[in-house]
Every structure is written in structure tokens, then in C-alpha cells.
């Protein structure tokens, strides 16, 4: 079965940097568009952004585009999001996904920006 494991995540000051790494498993990998999806509390899943299965496109949502990257690693199975210039308003757990929607996402990983 499908296996995400996220980490990464922690807290920071407005302005700081973070990356957050997912471990996958359970699936052949290098066939998946991946996501980031994140939630705040209280509130549905957010998609953050996805990377194209080798790598070379990657889209994300107006509010992260030009601080956040993200990359993948499909010889190691690791899926990677880098974080700059965070904000307060991206405090929230983040998820890396198989799909835009999360269904199938990790545990995920808390990230606080304060």
C-alpha cells in the first residue's frame, strides 16, 4: 500500500525558511505527479502545488508562487518542498499527495510561522 511520510516541518519567524521532505513508498514513484497539499486548522485541504512525474514542470498556487519550490527525487523516492519568506497565513499542517485533493496523502507535517 501507498506510504507518504512527511517531515520537516517546525516553527519559525515571518521571513524564515523551511524545507520539508516526503518519503514514498508503496508505489512506483517515478509514474506519479505528486502534490503538496496543506490544511489549516478547521478548515478543507489546500493545494499548494504539484510536480510533474520527471520533474521538469512544476505549478503552484498564486499566494506560495516565487517562495516556495518544489523538487523530486525519483531515484530516491523523496519528494521536497522548499519554503522562503514564510508568512504567518502559511502556518498549517502540510501533506505531500498523489493527487491535488490529498485523499491520499501522509501524516503530515506542522508547519508554524510566528
Known amino acids: 500500500h501507498v506510504q507518504l511520510v512527511e517531515s520537516g516541518g517546525g516553527s519559525v519567524q515571518p521571513g524564515g525558511s523551511l524545507r520539508l521532505s516526503c518519503a514514498a513508498s508503496?508505489?512506483?514513484?517515478?509514474?506519479?505527479?505528486m502534490s503538496w497539499v496543506r490544511q489549516f486548522p478547521g478548515k478543507d485541504i489546500e493545494w499548494v502545488c504539484i510536480i510533474h512525474k520527471d520533474g521538469e514542470i512544476a505549478t503552484y498556487r498564486a499566494a506560495v508562487r516565487d517562495r516556495f519550490t518544489v523538487s523530486r527525487d525519483n531515484a530516491k523516492n523523496m519528494l521536497y518542498l522548499q519554503m522562503n519568506s514564510l508568512k504567518p497565513e502559511d502556518t498549517a499542517m502540510y501533506y505531500c499527495?498523489?493527487?491535488?485533493?490529498?485523499?491520499?496523502r501522509g501524516q503530515g507535517t506542522q508547519v508554524t510561522v510566528s
Open positions: 508503496g508505489i512506483t514513484f517515478s509514474r506519479h505527479d
Open positions: 499527495a498523489t493527487d491535488r485533493n490529498g485523499k491520499t
